[in-house]
T-cell receptor
Framework: EPEVTQTPSHQVTQMGQEVILRCVPI?????FYWYRQILGQKVEFLVS????????KSEIFDDQFSVERPDGSNFTLKIRSTKLEDSAMYFC?????????FGAGTRLSVL | QKEVEQDPGPLSVPEGAIVSLNCTYS??????FMWYRQYSRKGPELLMY????GNKEDGRFTAQVDKSSKYISLFIRDSQPSDSATYLC????????????FGGGTRVLVKP
């Protein structure tokens, strides 16, 4: 069964460093998303991406964040200068027919 | 008022019991309603998907949507210990590509 794949499963970084979280969405899906979940809190929308551009972003998704689809399969989330409060699980999702399918997530720990 | 509200639990039931979960929401523009299951430190896994009002059944799972009351429910029959997880409701306005808005999740524990 097709699935959304995310790497790495756990990323540890120092405050101020740049991180790139990677996702391979389900083949043939056209809409892609990033969400985050701070420990003990609800899943929050960050950004949606369609046709090689951002279609919607939340207030969390500030200038420190960027997304890219560098080739036909990968979808990345970059955080330029990480802060302690960026520590969270980051989930990638892709959508078909109004149903979003989620990856297993990348746990980002900012020290 | 929060856009989507969900009792955090925990909800503890004996094996074989019916688990009843629900969410309320405030945005009448929501058209698509989903229930996801999430195990600790894992990604949300889609369980049920419903468009607009009505009931939908899939195996041991039944989802209900009452848009007039802005209330959705999930019932799990014959619950098993493996059903122990956090259950997230999520909803969207339904226009192509719309984001999901999640409830905070209800933790369920099914005791053998």
């Amino acid at each position: 069964e097709p699935e959304v794949t995310q790497t790495p499963s756990h990323q540890v970084t120092q405050m101020g460093q740049e991180v790139i979280l990677r996702c391979v969405p389900i083949s043939n899906h056209l809409y892609f998303y990033w969400y985050r979940q701070i420990l003990g809190q609800k899943v929050e929308f960050l950004v949606s991406f369609y046709n090689n551009e951002i279609s919607e972003k939340s207030e969390i998704f500030d200038d420190q964040f960027s997304v890219e689809r560098p080739d036909g399969s990968n979808f990345t989330l970059k955080i330029r200068s990480t802060k302690l409060e960026d520590s969270a699980m980051y989930f990638c999702a892709s959508m078909e027919g109004n149903i979003q399918y989620f990856g297993a997530g990348t746990r980002l720990s900012v020290l | 008022q929060k856009e989507v509200e969900q009792d955090p639990g925990p909800l503890s039931v004996p094996e074989g019991a019916i688990v009843s979960l629900n969410c309320t929401y405030s945005n009448s523009a929501f058209q698509y309603f989903m229930w996801y299951r999430q195990y600790s430190r894992k990604g949300p896994e889609l369980l049920m998907y419903t468009y607009s009002s009505g009931n939908k059944e899939d195996g041991r799972f039944t989802a209900q949507v009452d848009k007039s009351s802005k209330y959705i429910s999930l019932f799990i029959r014959d619950s098993q210990p493996s059903d122990s997880a956090t259950y997230l409701c999520a909803m969207s306005r339904g226009a192509a590509g719309n984001k999901l808005t999640f409830g905070g999740g209800t933790r369920v524990l099914v005791k053998p």
